[in-house]
């Protein structure tokens, strides 16, 4: 089924979301790579404030490329997001409603997924020159010495991506295999 969302995202709208959906959003989402993700997850072991609220947002594994003349932000695909696994948990936990990558999840962050009801997209990769056009303003706003790693605000419109992980927990990575092994 093919829908359309604003994010931030609301829990509201992320139950309404299943394995295989093609999703536009719309909105604001932030990008968040391997290097931000550690820092993130160490400020909170220091007990300080993220610097960005994690309540509904939506963030997409990212490090772009630098932006051509006249350009928004350079190719902007997907990044494996098994890298996440081990800070995502804490982050849903805080409220974070969705997340942007490639790639298989652990069993502990599907889990947390269903706990928080949260959703996980996948943007296709190789394709991050034609998802760029989709970024109408980027911005660098929190640890701009990690450079393509720095976390970015990102206002995009309709950005194509499919939910492979729904809030239930239904993995369109397992469902599409058991499906093709039934026409064999």
């Given at each position: 089924m093919?829908k359309?969302?604003?994010?931030?995202m609301?829990?509201e709208?992320?139950?309404?979301?299943?394995a295989?959906d093609?999703?536009?959003?719309s909105g604001?989402?932030?990008t968040?790579r391997?290097a931000?993700?550690k820092?993130?997850?160490e400020?909170l072991k220091?007990g300080?404030?993220?610097p960005?609220?994690?309540?509904n947002?939506i963030?997409?594994?990212?490090g772009?490329t630098?932006?051509?003349e006249?350009?928004?932000?350079g190719?902007?695909?997907?990044?494996?997001?098994?890298?996440?696994?081990k800070?995502?948990?804490t982050?849903?936990?805080m409220g974070q409603a969705?997340?942007?990558?490639?790639?298989?999840r652990?069993e502990e962050?599907i889990?947390?997924?269903?706990?928080?009801q949260?959703?996980?997209?996948a943007a296709v990769?190789?394709?991050g020159?034609?998802l760029s056009?989709?970024i109408?303003?980027?911005?660098?706003?929190?640890?701009?010495?990690?450079?393509t790693?720095?976390i970015?605000?990102?206002e995009v419109?309709?950005?194509?991506?499919i939910?492979?992980i729904?809030?239930?927990?239904?993995?369109?990575?397992e469902t599409?295999?058991d499906?093709y092994?039934?026409t064999l």
């Amino acid at each position: 089924m093919e829908k359309h969302i604003t994010a931030p995202m609301t829990k509201e709208t992320a139950v309404t979301l299943s394995a295989g959906d093609y999703v536009y959003i719309s909105g604001t989402i932030y990008t968040a790579r391997d290097a931000a993700h550690k820092r993130m997850f160490e400020t909170l072991k220091e007990g300080e404030q993220l610097p960005i609220d994690l309540e509904n947002n939506i963030i997409y594994y990212l490090g772009p490329t630098p932006a051509r003349e006249g350009k928004v932000i350079g190719s902007a695909g997907p990044t494996t997001s098994s890298r996440m696994d081990k800070y995502a948990p804490t982050l849903l936990d805080m409220g974070q409603a969705g997340m942007i990558g490639k790639g298989k999840r652990s069993e502990e962050v599907i889990k947390s997924m269903v706990k928080n009801q949260a959703v996980y997209f996948a943007a296709v990769g190789g394709a991050g020159a034609l998802l760029s056009k989709c970024i109408k303003k980027a911005e660098v706003i929190a640890y701009e010495d990690l450079g393509t790693e720095a976390i970015r605000k990102l206002e995009v419109e309709n950005l194509p991506v499919i939910v492979v992980i729904d809030s239930k927990g239904q993995n369109l990575y397992e469902t599409a295999i058991d499906e093709y092994l039934k026409t064999l």
